[in-house]
């Protein structure tokens, strides 16, 4: 056994007494209750998942494993002479609350090399796809194809064990992730390139896609960054609750991935960078190169808002602050691209969007999330097929969620079932209520 799986086994045994004592002798405790106005809302801030992977609180934003983002980047092991640690070392310290050593970090990296093969049916079926489809259609597809590889469904074939049946989802975990940045750069690549495919360089997750990208340093460390900034979120948002409500029908990793990834392809979610992109360009366009001024881009944001739309990589379900993956962003945009148009452009509307959005007095959270700076970042590197940047987004996610499906497993999570009422019953319990 590796010895991160080792260490894994170990937090696992450690931890499950504590979901059995609470689940035998505090059952029936509340943690909360649930207004008509969630029941209809989207369950906003409805307590009823449980994760130990991340949180996320409302003015501070996210914390991995109790670290914030500056906490986690520091003491993470890095590859000599970069700034953003092995996204290796972060799915070992997702897994197990744990820094690992450099040691460590780069026996995982080897494992991950010993996984990465693509199967070669992955990429017929992506060439058999119209090559028009969008980007996350092809990604979903090629994750659902590789189920025949999963290793958790032989074994539920061969016999389920509650148990032990966390080994195989973790092992489904390492080979998916180890694969998911090769598929992406293929996607990338055979689209956008005429099919100009550059081949797997096997060193660390982040050298590896940027090389495949065909995109020189500092690229590696962008992907290092975006992929760990957009890991994890808690369980709540659209991919992470998709992924673990499909995952608790015992379905396997790969089912439910790619699930959860069709919920990140909606604007409303991922799909909101490339939106932001969208938006940034439709504007630029109509300036047609002059620099515009706060007046002009007030105006443009109060046509967006007037024409029903909202504004992208702005508000939060959850936040109510800047995010702090938006302001790691922006620190990264300040070194590396302090005198780029487009990321002036986005400075620009974190100056006028927060005050119009809290004058139209609707926005719940006026400030930017992690969607509106992150197309900037790529598009500087090249990446300008927006389109594609919500399966960097896919890529960086699937740590979170393998993460926490490999735990649901392991403490035995039941199947997900909440229960539905009538618009008469909400109405009988409003009229009792009045
Ligand atoms: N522009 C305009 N209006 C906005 C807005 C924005 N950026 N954010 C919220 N609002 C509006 C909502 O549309 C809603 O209007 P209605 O009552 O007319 O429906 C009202 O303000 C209240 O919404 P809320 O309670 O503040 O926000 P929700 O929890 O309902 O939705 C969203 C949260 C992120 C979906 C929302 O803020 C939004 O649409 N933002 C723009 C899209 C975006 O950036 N999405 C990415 C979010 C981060 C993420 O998940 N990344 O993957």
């Known amino acids: 056994m590796s010895t991160l799986k080792t ?9 499950r007494p504590r979901t059995t004592r609470l689940l035998k002798e505090f059952g029936d ?34 914390r991995f494993r109790g670290f914030t983002i500056p906490e986690v980047m520091a003491a993470l092991p890095k590859p000599d002479g970069k700034d953003f640690p092995y996204v290796e070392g972060f799915w070992a310290f997702l897994l197990t609350g744990e820094i690992p050593t450099l040691e460590e970090t780069l026996e995982i ?3 991950f090399k010993s996984r990465s093969t693509v199967p070669a049916y992955v990429y017929d079926v992506l060439k058999a796809l119209p090559k028009d489809s969008h980007p996350m259609v092809m990604f979903n597809t090629a994750i659902l194809a590789m189920q025949k ?18 080994e195989t ?7 998916m992730l180890a694969r998911l940045p090769e598929i992406a750069a293929f996607i990338y690549r ?38 760990i900034l957009h890991s994890d979120h808690e369980s709540g948002n659209a991919s992470a609750h998709t992924t673990h409500l499909v995952a608790s029908t015992l379905a396997d990793a790969y089912y439910s991935v790619s699930a959860g990834m069709d919920a990140l392809a909606g604007p ?24 515009p001024t706060e007046e002009i881009m007030k105006q443009f944001v109060l046509d967006t808002l007037d024409s029903g739309q909202v504004i992208p990589g702005f508000g939060h379900a959850v936040l109510r ?6 302001q790691s962003q922006r620190e990264f945009c300040e070194k590396h691209l302090p005198n780029d148009k487009m990321f002036k452009y986005v400075d620009m509307l974190y100056r006028v969007v927060p005050d119009i959005l809290l004058a139209k007095g609707k926005a719940k959270n006026p400030w930017p999330n992690v969607d509106a700076q992150s197309g900037v970042i790529q598009w500087f590197y090249g990446i300008t097929e927006y389109d594609f940047y919500t399966v960097m987004f896919g890529v960086g996610r699937s740590i979170g969620v393998l993460a926490n499906i490999t735990w649901d497993r392991a403490l035995g999570y039941a199947l997900e079932r909440p229960k539905s009422l009538t618009t008469k019953m909400l109405e009988d319990i409003a009229a009792k209520a009045k």
């Not at 290793?151 to 148990?163: H, L, S, V």
């Open 7 to 15: 260490k894994l086994a170990q937090k696992i045994a450690e931890h």
């Open 29 to 62: 405790v509340k943690v909360g209750e649930v207004t008509i106005e969630q029941a209809i809302g989207g369950v906003r801030d409805v307590k009823c998942l449980v994760t130990d992977i991340s949180y996320l609180d409302p003015q501070e934003g996210i």
């Open 109 to 111: 990296v080897e494992e």
């Open 149 to 166: 590889e999963s290793k958790f469904a032989k074994f539920y074939e061969d016999g389920f064990n509650k148990m032990t049946a966390w």
């Open 169 to 175: 989802m973790y092992e489904d975990s390492t080979d």
């Open 190 to 227: 055979y689209k956008y390139k005429a099919g100009d495919i550059i081949a797997n360089p096997n060193e660390d997750i982040g050298t590896n896609f940027a090389k495949m990208m065909g995109i020189p340093a500092p690229y590696d460390d962008v992907a290092r960054m975006y992929f």
């Open 268 to 291: 409303l979610h991922g799909l909101a960078n490339q939106e932001v992109l969208r938006w940034l360009q439709a504007v630029m366009d109509k300036l047609d190169g002059v620099e």
């Open 321 to 326: 602050k800047t995010d702090p993956r938006y």
